[in-house]
């Protein structure tokens, strides 16, 4: 190992988020082989490029962060919008701890991006017990070409991971390695019965929990969300184009209110995003931050692409005690539907995501707190 690399499982082993059963694999499969020559960190935006500075990108190979591996799914006129990244060494340790796969199973992987996780299941498990789709088919190149180099051969399909692959099935884990709002029942029907689908889920006000489901012996998927988690969203699931680009008309009859709700209750709290996003579904936010470093003033908006409703939450050290100017425009009152959520929550004791679980049949997906007797959201 170079060090760089043996600083890195050196340090996941000591901070105990690297399996034992795991150390292997990590220890075998760098993970500078399957990162572009321009890393850039998927929370700051900064980049490194390979030909200008070889040992900080070696260095930012092997930091404990996420790195975006495409944008604008390789459109280079696009917003910069992410649609492929490579999570942080010490996330994809722990999805592989929930995962519990051992020798003698079979695996299927939705999302290769860069290949770099489909190399350490293919460690572990062996190449034959390892299919791996990407529905983008040069990511999916890419991501075969730099598993041969380190070794590896699992199978790496180009189609699209919502259909599964029926082609080896049945398997005994399924992995997303991004974000559903609803899981697709093909992950089901195509696992053994006593496997496990493991995949980030979300809602379009938050994404960021991993879902950790049993499959049942009738086809029924049910399990609770295990924690926090980043990536982007499948390509399906994610925000319509040109979301933000329309301007409300002017309603001088609706005068601007104000709030006591701050930033950190919602924005800084991921449990609370969490809770508020199941029960405004469709919902979706965003934050702009003031351009100046330093600034602590920003803006939360919220917008429904059904009825184009859209609110806005001016946060600034300026309003002092009178409280947050807010903007509602639409037919839906977002803003006052999202403090009547968050008060809701708080009433409820602020549960954690770990409390929420989550029922995937043929016929709906049932979200729940506590036990299937409190369903909170049901989609058909």
């Given at each position: 190992m170079i060090p760089p690399h043996r600083r890195m499982v050196e340090d996941l082993a000591e901070r105990g988020v690297l399996p034992s059963d795991w150390h292997a694999a990590f220890a075998a499969v760098p993970r500078h082989l399957f990162l572009p020559d321009v890393i850039i960190d998927a929370g700051t935006g900064g980049h490194v490029d390979r030909e200008v500075d070889e040992r900080g990108w070696l260095e930012a190979a092997y930091a404990d962060a996420p790195v975006l591996t495409q944008v604008d799914g390789g459109d280079r006129r696009g917003p910069g919008e992410p649609t492929s990244s490579a999570p942080a060494p010490s996330a994809l340790a722990?999805?592989?701890?929930?995962?519990?796969?051992?020798?003698?199973?079979?695996?299927?992987?939705?999302?290769?991006?860069?290949?770099y996780s489909a190399a350490l299941l293919s460690h572990l498990l062996g190449d034959d017990a390892v299919v791996s789709v990407e529905i983008d088919f040069e990511l999916a190149e890419r991501a075969r070409i730099s598993l041969m180099g380190a070794g590896f051969t699992p199978l790496v399909v180009g189609g699209d991971g919502m259909q599964g692959w029926a082609g080896r099935?049945?398997?005994?884990?399924?992995?997303?390695?991004?974000?559903?709002?609803?899981?697709?029942?093909a992950w089901?029907?195509?696992?053994?019965?006593?496997?496990?689908?493991?995949?980030?889920?979300?809602?379009?006000f938050h994404h960021g929990v991993l879902a950790d489901l049993v499959v049942g012996a009738r086809g029924t998927a049910r399990g609770r969300f295990v924690g926090h988690?980043?990536?982007?969203?499948?390509?399906?699931?994610?925000?319509?184009?040109?979301?933000?680009?329309?301007?409300?008309?002017?309603?001088?009859?609706?005068?601007?209110?104000?709030?006591?709700?701050?930033?950190?209750?919602?924005?800084?709290?991921?449990?609370?995003?969490?809770?508020?996003?199941?029960?405004?579904?469709?919902?979706?936010?965003?934050v702009r931050r003031a351009r100046e470093r330093g600034d602590p003033r920003l803006t939360v908006q919220l917008v429904d692409p059904v009825t184009w409703s859209r609110a806005s939450w001016h946060v600034g050290p300026e309003h002092g005690e009178s409280g947050h100017e807010v903007r509602q425009h639409g037919p839906r009152r977002l803003f006052t539907e999202l403090e009547a959520a968050h008060l809701r929550w708080?009433?409820?004791?602020?549960?954690?995501?770990?409390?929420?679980?989550?029922?995937?049949?043929?016929?709906?997906?049932?979200?729940?707190?506590d036990d299937e007797d409190s369903v909170l959201a049901s989609s058909g």
């Open positions: 722990g999805v592989m701890r929930h995962l519990r796969a051992v020798p003698g199973m079979r695996v299927l992987e939705v999302g290769t991006g860069s290949g099935a049945p398997y005994d884990r399924v992995v997303s390695g991004v974000a559903v709002r609803r899981v697709p029942y089901v029907a195509q696992s053994r019965p006593g496997g496990r689908i493991l995949t980030p889920w979300g809602d379009a988690t980043d990536c982007v969203w499948a390509r399906a699931d994610r925000a319509p184009g040109r979301l933000w680009e329309a301007r409300p008309r002017p309603e001088p009859d609706h005068a601007a209110t104000r709030t006591r709700l701050r930033p950190e209750d919602l924005v800084g709290d991921r449990d609370a995003a969490f809770a508020v996003g199941l029960q405004m579904p469709g919902v979706y936010r965003r708080v009433e409820a004791g602020r549960p954690a995501p770990t409390r929420f679980g989550l029922t995937v049949s043929a016929e709906r997906q049932l979200v729940w707190l």
